[in-house]
């Protein structure tokens, strides 16, 4: 009986662990050389070209990627992501104007503001750049998680 709640215990522990990863902050992991889908997305849809000014900004003040009048724009990009960043214009009129950045490397982790002008939204997202060998620890404990789950469903069957 002890072992039983026990068990309940560290898999309720980690299961709110895990969701407030997920769910209370949007964090996105990358890792080095790899790459990073940052989303952002409006409420509004039926946008028109006009309509859709987004600038995506690192840090508060690094110039990742705009996107002026429905168009994709790197004019006046930071040099450290060129040739690294890129939206989907299809998904524009859809009000997704999620970020891809590419050959991830350690300065790329941090805080991304996605302001979309019209909208008076400014959703962010932080990312964290994980070197490759490290990546083990986060799925060995995902690991552990599941199979506490698994074991304690067992249990009751
Ligand atoms: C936005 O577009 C990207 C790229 O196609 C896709 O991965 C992502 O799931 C889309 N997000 C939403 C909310 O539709
Ligand atoms: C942005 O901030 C993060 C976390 O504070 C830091 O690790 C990263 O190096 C910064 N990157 C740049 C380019 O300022």
């Given at each position: 009986m002890r072992t039983r709640c026990c068990c309940f215990c560290i898999c309720v522990f980690m299961c709110a662990v895990m969701l407030n990863k997920v769910c209370l902050q949007v964090t996105v992991e990358g890792k080095v050389g790899g790459s990073a889908v940052?989303?952002?997305?409006?409420?509004?849809?039926?946008?028109?070209n006009e309509d859709i000014t987004v600038y995506w900004r690192h840090n508060s003040s690094q110039n990742v990627y705009?996107?002026?009048?429905?168009?994709?724009?790197?004019?006046?990009?930071?040099?450290?992501?060129?040739?690294?960043?890129?939206?989907?214009p299809k998904?524009?009129?859809?009000?997704?104007?999620?970020?891809?950045?590419?050959?991830?490397?350690?300065?790329?982790?941090?805080?991304?503001?996605?302001?979309?002008?019209?909208?008076?939204?400014?959703?962010?997202?932080?990312?964290?750049?994980?070197?490759?060998?490290?990546?083990?620890?986060?799925t060995r404990a995902e690991r552990i998680a599941s199979f506490l789950i698994v074991l304690h469903t067992l249990q009751y069957i």
């Open positions: 940052l989303p952002c997305s409006s409420i509004d849809n039926g946008l028109k705009d996107i002026i009048e429905g168009k994709g724009s790197v004019e006046k990009q930071d040099p450290a992501y060129k040739n690294r960043a890129e939206t989907f998904e524009y009129m859809k009000g997704n104007f999620s970020l891809k950045l590419n050959n991830l490397q350690y300065n790329d982790a941090g805080k991304y503001i996605c302001y979309i002008t019209k909208a008076h939204q400014n959703p962010s997202t932080q990312l964290f750049v994980k070197d490759r060998g490290n990546h083990g620890a986060a």
